[in-house]
């Protein structure tokens, strides 16, 4: 059974930095044949929203606009890991941040109905 564990979370001043790490556990083979992982957030009050996905078959990368050029996707296939690093971070980044994998290589990466497995998650607390 495959299960994702984030970790990285923290409470920072505005304009400071964090990295999120997701560890793929179960079949050694897992994030192999994902087709993509992705980190999502969710802030009080507001839906799920996806922030940045990386596709296994070529290593594209994808990010919401709000996060373009500020946080980075990226992973490490050895230690079965995904990454989010997240610079300049502002008080709007304030949310709790999952990880999600899926087989599929249909529908967007942003539409979290094709996701297959999701982590419990990460606080993300951004103070101005």
């Known amino acids: 059974q495959v299960q994702l564990v984030e970790s990285g979370g923290d409470s920072v001043q505005a304009g400071g930095s964090l990295r999120l790490s997701c560890a793929v556990f179960g079949a050694t083979y897992s994030t192999t044949y994902m087709a993509y992982m992705a980190w999502f957030r969710q802030a009080p009050g507001k839906e799920r929203e996806g922030v940045a996905a990386i596709y296994f078959g070529a290593g594209s990368t994808y990010y919401a606009d709000s996060v373009k050029g500020r946080f980075t996707i990226s992973r490490e296939n050895a230690r079965n890991t995904v990454y989010l690093q997240m610079n300049s971070l502002n008080p709007e980044d304030t949310a709790m941040y999952y990880c999600?994998?899926?087989?599929?290589?249909?529908?967007?990466?942003?539409?979290?109905?094709?996701?297959?497995?999701w982590g419990q998650g990460t606080q993300v607390t951004v103070s101005s």
């Open positions: 999600a994998a899926r087989h599929s290589y249909g529908g967007n990466w942003y539409e979290e109905n094709w996701y297959n497995y």
